[in-house]
């Protein structure tokens, strides 16, 4: 049993719980994630560790409530505990001094860059950092970030905070700006991902993406996280989570992500359907 030591609300779905487990908070790095499981009738998801403190024992993880277990977790409250966690898993982002990196996460995917973004920046890195979201309200660890962070640059759809525009729209006036960079790191919903790398690539910026197909076990026995990069099947659970974004088969990514939706649909209806019939 793994305790919830603070939970905090970022935004009107987005979650930050501060869980009690010294053996992962010691062992994790940038990039790694954990499987955990709420409750007994739960089914397992990942989530990435987004910071951790080995001296005082705890991870971090951030979600967003979208579907049924993230429903379950969200209901949990401070002081309880979380059934199962596995980790840390995956293998850690390379991080080395590449000079000057190019930071992008969009959503909730700006919770797994957090992570990356500290570790470049103890690297000795020069970091510009741009995230975005659909509105205001959406943005996380703003204040995290731009500590972090050389140049910060926050982005919403809708103008309601910061550059008005996407985060491709962003990185294209920096490199009309005739910025240059080093290493590109991007996280977040995978259409912007595909259309932001796309960009990159182009420029020739070695670039890396974060992938987060769907994963049940962790250790690329079910093979359901799998992938094609540069025409070879490779599982996000021990092969990734980050792969260079130019080999990566975008196409064939948002189809398996989108063959579950009708899945996710329903179990998510379901649990509220009991919600609704438990409080009558």
Same mark, same amino acid.
């Given at each position: ?160 905070? +910061?550059?008005?525009?996407? *985060?491709?729209?962003?990185? !294209?006036?920096?490199?009309?700006? $005739?910025?240059? %960079? =080093? /290493? @590109? ?38 093979? +359901?996280?799998?992938?094609? *990069?540069?025409?070879?099947? !490779?599982?996000?659970?021990?092969? $990734?989570?980050? %792969? =260079? /974004? @130019? ?34």
């Amino acid at each position: 049993m793994f305790r919830i030591l603070k939970r905090e609300q970022l935004s009107e779905q987005v979650w930050r719980y501060r869980l009690d487990a010294p053996r992962i908070a010691n062992k994790r790095k940038a990039g790694q994630f954990i499987i955990l499981r709420p409750t007994s009738q739960s089914e397992r998801i990942p989530l990435t560790i987004a910071n951790a403190n080995a001296d005082e024992g705890w991870i971090e993880i951030i979600f967003q409530v979208v579907g049924k277990t993230t429903m379950v977790l969200q209901a949990l409250q401070e002081g309880s505990s979380i059934l199962d966690l596995a980790g840390p898993l995956g293998k850690p982002t390379h991080i080395e001094k590449f000079g000057k990196c190019l930071c992008i996460g969009g959503g909730v995917g700006v919770a797994p860059l957090y992570p990356i973004v500290c570790a470049l920046k103890a690297a000795g890195n020069e970091l510009t950092t741009v995230i975005g979201a659909r509105n205001k309200s959406l943005l996380i660890l703003e204040k995290e970030m731009a500590a972090q962070s050389d140049l910060f640059i926050p982005t919403t759809d809708d103008g309601s905070n +910061g550059r008005k525009g996407f *985060v491709s729209d962003v990185f !294209k006036e920096l490199i009309g700006k $005739g910025e240059i %960079f =080093d /290493a @590109a790191f991007v996280i977040g919903p995978v259409m912007m991902m595909k259309v932001t790398t796309t960009l990159t690539v182009a420029e020739k910026i070695p670039t890396f993406a974060s992938l987060n197909p769907i994963m049940i076990d962790g250790t690329g026995m079910c093979g +359901g996280c799998r992938v094609s *990069v540069n025409g070879e099947t !490779k599982f996000a659970c021990v092969d $990734g989570p980050e %792969f =260079d /974004a @130019a080999g990566i088969d975008w196409n064939e990514l948002i189809r398996r992500l989108n063959s579950y939706k009708m899945f996710e649909s329903k179990a998510r209806d379901d649990h509220n359907c009991h919600l609704e019939g438990a409080l009558k």
